[in-house]
């Protein structure tokens, strides 16, 4: 159902690429060398970006930094190792060490995303000065000369072990070896779990902390692997040029990473490098035809066209056109009737023990409101139990401080006698707490079954059989393969909630399931409900009363930040001072 | 220390931090009040520049120049809003890379129009004589200049019914609209006023620093490092942002060197970063 | 003076308001009542143009603004307090009143509301709720309205200050003729303001009633507004 391998179409092309390098004409080899770097660059754009929804617009800073690594590990190294191997790795080890240690201060710091673009950019740009004024002798490396703007010089080219000279040919086939090896490798590590809940993090990064996973670590992961991409290209580039100056760190070379990679389409690695040779067989054929002023405003141009008016980019979806015009026919029917899931099929199991929620006096203040002023709660293994209360009464606070969303001022969060107050939600959520959102949180633009796999896989083995069951029971699996945004509102309630129950949650909070369903859909809710008590506890909170009567649940009503009843909803409706609460005459004390 | 070697020094420190308010404050209003990071600060600036040296060069007095910058990079501006960043609002990297684009477009533009020469304004003042050192009297004048720009846009934003109803729209757009206020037109003029200020900027520092195409670039990465370290509020961050940066950039530079310098700008920016998400801002927001 | 005809609208792809149909005549107070959730603010929301209508229509005085951007609207005399209030924190209270001044009217809101005048310098985001509530109103009143739309004004606040509030708008309805939409949940209140109540329910206008019948009738109550 879901693709863990690639085929053989990367390594083919790669093998054929590097057998065409072989062939052309030296100087046309030596240009095309510099594409396939650029290229590497792109990609490692494509990647933060466009798979892992980082905005990241360091990546010029990674390939600068590689590109003067490289030349302080070359011009040192090579003289005594004879061969420059080893040197690209450093430099690429390098680069990743500075994106580790920018990484460490975004992420967990908790910058926001445009902070982080604003970062990396003037990083980018700081270290542009600073490389700039570095012309002063004193500032070496061994016997490297950083050489300020006039940049550092005498850097070795490719030697491959043995310590022979290539050709401009060998050297292509080389670069484009490499750069096919780590294209290769991106996509087989997108397809990987790690890829794949990369691209739940980029799609909806609090879905993906509910579910369990660490958001922030993987981040950094993917900005570290970007990180040393783009190193590697720019020790490719030193190596190419025998020469790197502090131009690399500008905003102008910078935005020609962006620039690739939107023509190329955003998300696609074989457009990586597409993206890069068109625009830069194009800058060259303006570098030959015109003077050298028309070539940055073209591609200003092309980048404000391309983000106004094509964000997909250009060539991808060129592709995609050619692509779907030859699959037409064989595309699944959009038209298929909404689908009526199947409860007791998609959940049904055996009856398992499920956890003790208890919240203690749990207090919460915004500035100087007092939201909740002491909540108490028991709720018993497999119990269901039902929260409701009129407008600002603290119902979404109290939830928010279940799921990790606030964290309490005063008072207690038990799980099993286990306390959560202070802990991330996807901590709680590998405890066994299920939470599901009031709008449907789900991955839009990932397929249905992707979707529930995301959330199958951080919990245990088997993630392929439980995801299948749990779309079969949803009817769902003649989606599986659509994206989800596709889906009819209903159905993406329904999938999120398999997708927060194919986890086995011993504890499921429910935030207004019900919002935007129709009646039908609210009675397949209520049976959904009696289908889970058996392995979880439940806590539903809820304003739809004909749904909390269906239910018939026991029922606690929360009123001005504290519990002002409990009993069973006929009890509720029977006393007089909730009817009072609900018409806003019973004014505590205000 | 004698009494004219702390002047000296006083004045340097407070030049340095001059100079970053004045390449920064029009990014940080349109940051700050808008969310727009404006890649094309840097060529706001130095479009500024080129109108005053062509003023210049076309006989006008130099003083009579900066505000005609500012204004014809004002308007400019305004269409920028209109005819770009309208669009884009709420899509963060979309109005990077449009600004970006806008960026080169303008590079190649000036460099077609006016070559890649590197040309110099006249230093339209003497120097002062404090006791046995001497120092630019251009210099003062920047630091004054920084300081009338800082309270004339307080005053703009402050005191004045656009103001209030430019910060209202900026804040809460939807809220600000059900009361009758033009939204996108608001959003124009704001930014118009951001690209003034980058006008304004750009023709003050070309005296001190060549006219060419690669002015902005000269200026744009301490810029953004001065809005991020100072975070949301512009005014406030803007100037306790420049005050340290300036500070900690001019004191290292004098003591070791400008290279470090430049090191210990990166290293207080990401380690203010790092305890002050929100940067200098949070720290105010959080001590009221 | 306000006509709605058949009007859909929503969030995304959430229907909330399922071809809603009300008219509310000139110089009336009406209310509109329901349980939460059941499309009461999306209703006020789409009247002043803050969500855009699906399908149907909107009359103003028999004019269309069914496709009018909410400045538009609220420069025709519509005039909105949403829930919540909405102060902008940052801006003082002169200042809050201030953007919305489009008839030179703050003396008269000093006059009306004179804790506003008392705390002009302070910040909006500084006031109590009540007097946020306070503020929310009089800024509306600047823009000089002939329709004024309240969303549950009643919240989270004293009794004392909604006593207030209540008197306010219905001495501007009857000096002044200004036809009142009250989005509420509490009963007395809205009882205390308009004569006439819409019962909402599912996105849809179930009943219309005399606030002192409904005052008056438990089993109502009950069926429409508790739990």
């Given amino acids: 159902m879901i693709r863990m391998r690639p085929g053989l179409t990367g390594p083919l092309t790669v093998g054929a690429g590097a057998l065409l390098a072989l062939t052309l004409a030296p100087y046309t080899a030596h240009s095309v060398t510099l594409w396939v770097v650029y290229g590497l660059l792109a990609l490692s754009f494509t990647f933060v970006w466009g798979h892992g929804g980082i905005f990241s617009l360091g990546q010029a800073a990674f390939f600068g930094i590689g590109g003067y690594a490289y030349g302080v590990a070359g011009i040192n190294l090579v003289p005594s190792t004879g061969e420059s191997l080893s040197s690209l790795l450093i430099a690429a080890l390098v680069a990743a060490a500075v994106a580790a240690l920018l990484g460490y201060f975004v992420f967990y710091g908790d910058v926001g995303d445009v902070y982080l673009a604003v970062i990396t950019i003037a990083t980018t740009l700081v270290l542009l000065t600073f490389f700039a004024s570095t012309s002063d002798s004193t500032y070496r490396i061994g016997n490297a000369l950083l050489g300020g703007y006039n940049g550092m010089v005498g850097i070795p080219g490719l030697v491959l072990p043995g310590g022979q000279r290539l050709t401009a040919n060998g050297v292509l086939a080389v670069v484009v070896l490499i750069a096919g090896g780590v294209a290769i490798g991106i996509a087989v590590l997108l397809r990987r779990p790690f890829g794949r809940v990369l691209a739940g993090i980029r799609e909806n990064e609090v879905r993906t902390q509910l579910l369990g996973y660490e958001v922030r670590a993987r981040k950094l992961g993917a900005f570290v692997i970007g990180g040393f991409v783009a190193g590697l290209a720019g020790a490719l580039y030193a190596a190419w040029g025998n020469f790197i100056n502090p131009q690399v760190f500008s905003l102008q070379q910078a935005s020609l990473v962006a620039i690739w990679t939107l023509v190329g389409g955003r998300r696609s690695i074989p457009g990586a490098f597409a993206g890069a040779f068109a625009v830069q067989a194009l800058s060259d054929y303006l570098g030959g035809v015109t003077e050298g002023a028309v070539i940055p405003a073209v591609l200003g141009a092309i980048l404000l066209v391309v983000v106004l008016f094509l964000p997909e980019g250009v060539l991808h979806p060129l592709r995609e056109r050619v692509l779907s015009a030859v699959r037409k026919g064989t595309d699944l029917d959009l038209g298929v009737a909404e689908s009526d899931p199947d409860p007791e099929a998609a959940f049904g199991r055996d009856a398992t023990p499920a956890s003790r929620v208890r919240t203690v006096d749990v207090q919460k203040r915004f500035g100087g409101l007092r939201v909740l002023r002491g909540v108490t709660l028991d709720v018993a293994p497999n119990e269901v139990r039902t929260v409701i209360g009129p407008n600002g009464a603290g119902k979404s606070t109290f939830f928010g401080l279940l799921t990790g969303r606030h964290r309490p001022d005063a008072g207690e969060i038990l799980l099993d006698g286990v306390r959560l107050n202070r802990l991330r939600p996807e901590k709680r959520a590998r405890l066994g707490l299920g939470i599901k959102t009031q709008v449907p949180s789900i991955y839009p633009e990932l397929s249905v079954a992707e979707n529930v796999w995301i959330a199958a896989y951080g919990a245990g083995p088997d993630a392929e059989k439980r995801v299948a069951e749990v779309l079969a029971g949803l009817r769902l699996t003649g989606k599986a393969q659509l994206p989800a945004g596709a889906l009819a509102h209903g159905e993406q309630q329904w999938l999120e909630i398999g997708m927060v129950l194919v986890r086995r949650p011993r504890v499921v909070l429910l935030d207004e399931p019900t919002a935007g369903m129709t009646r039908a859909e609210t009675s397949r809710y209520v049976e959904l409900i009696a289908v889970l008590a058996r392995s979880a506890t439940v806590l539903v909170v809820e304003h739809d009363m004909e749904f909390v009567r269906d239910l018939g649940a026991p029922v606690t009503m929360l009123h001005e930040g504290t519990v002002f009843a409990e009993g069973s909803i006929a009890e509720l409706r029977a006393d007089d001072r909730v009817l009072d609460v609900y018409l806003g005459r019973a004014k505590a004390d205000a | 220390m004698h009494f004219d070697h702390v002047v000296i020094i006083g004045t340097s420190l407070l030049y340095s931090v001059s100079l970053l308010v004045v390449a920064a404050l029009g990014l940080a209003l349109a940051f700050g009040m808008m969310r727009v990071v404006n890649m094309a600060h840097g060529e706001l600036l130095m479009l500024g520049a080129y109108v005053s040296i062509t003023l210049v060069h076309a006989g006008l007095g130099f003083w009579l120049t900066v505000p005609v910058a500012a204004l014809a990079v004002g308007l400019l501006g305004m269409a920028v809003e209109r005819l770009i960043l309208r669009r884009l609002y709420g899509r963060i990297w979309a109005t990077m890379l449009a600004t970006w684009g806008l960026s080169l477009l303008l590079v190649g533009a000036v460099q077609f129009f006016f070559g890649t020469t590197t040309e110099g304004i006249a230093n339209p003042l003497g120097t002062v004589k404090v006791g046995d050192y001497t120092v630019s009297a251009y210099n003062l004048v920047m630091i004054g200049a920084a300081v009338v720009m800082i309270v004339a846009t307080y005053l703009l934003f402050h005191r004045t019914p656009f103001g209030a109803t430019a910060r209202a729209a900026a804040a809460l757009p939807e809220m600000a609209s059900a009361l009758g206020v033009n939204v996108a037109r608001t959003n124009m003029i704001s930014f118009g006023v951001a690209a003034a200020l980058a006008g304004l900027g750009g023709a003050l520092l070309a005296p001190v620093s060549g006219v060419g195409p690669s002015f902005g670039q000269g200026y744009i990465g301490r810029a953004f490092m001065t809005v991020v370290v100072g975070g949301a509020s512009p005014l406030l961050g803007t100037t306790s942002a420049a005050a340290l940066l300036g500070g900690v950039n001019a004191g290292v530079s004098n003591l070791a060197g400008p290279v470090l310098g430049t090191v210990a700008l990166l290293l207080v920016s990401m380690l203010v970063l790092r305890f002050l998400p929100t940067g200098l801002t949070g720290l105010w927001r959080r001590s009221r | ?227």
């Fill in chain 3, 1 to 227: 003076m306000l006509e709605v005809e058949g009007l859909h609208a929503g969030y995304g792809r959430t229907a909330v308001l399922h071809g809603m149909t009300l008219s509310v005549p000139a110089g009336s107070r009406t209310a509109v009542l329901g349980r939460n959730g059941v499309g009461k603010s999306t209703l006020l929301k789409t009247l002043i143009g803050l969500v855009p209508a699906t399908g149907g229509r909107i009359l103003v005085d028999g004019a269309d603004v069914t496709g009018h951007p909410a400045h538009r609207r609220a420069r025709s005399g519509i005039a909105y307090v949403p829930q919540g209030r909405d102060i902008f924190p940052d801006l003082s209270v002169l200042d809050n009143l201030r953007v919305a001044d489009r008839t030179g009217r703050l003396e008269q809101v000093f006059d009306e509301f004179p804790v506003l005048r008392e705390k002009r310098h302070a910040a909006g985001g500084s006031l109590s709720g009540g007097q946020q509530q306070i503020l929310a109103l009089g800024r509306a009143l600047m823009t000089g309205p002939r329709l004024l739309l309240l969303d549950e004004p009643s919240e989270g606040i004293q009794p004392s200050i909604v006593d207030q509030i209540a008197g306010a708008v219905r001495r501007m309805n009857d000096e002044h003729g200004l036809t009142v939409l009250l989005v509420e949940q509490n009963l007395e209140f809205a009882a205390g303001v308009c004569d006439r109540a819409l019962i909402v329910d599912k996105g849809e206008v179930v009943r219309s009633v005399r606030t002192a019948d409904l005052l008056a009738d438990r089993d109502m109550q009950h069926e429409y507004l508790g739990v």
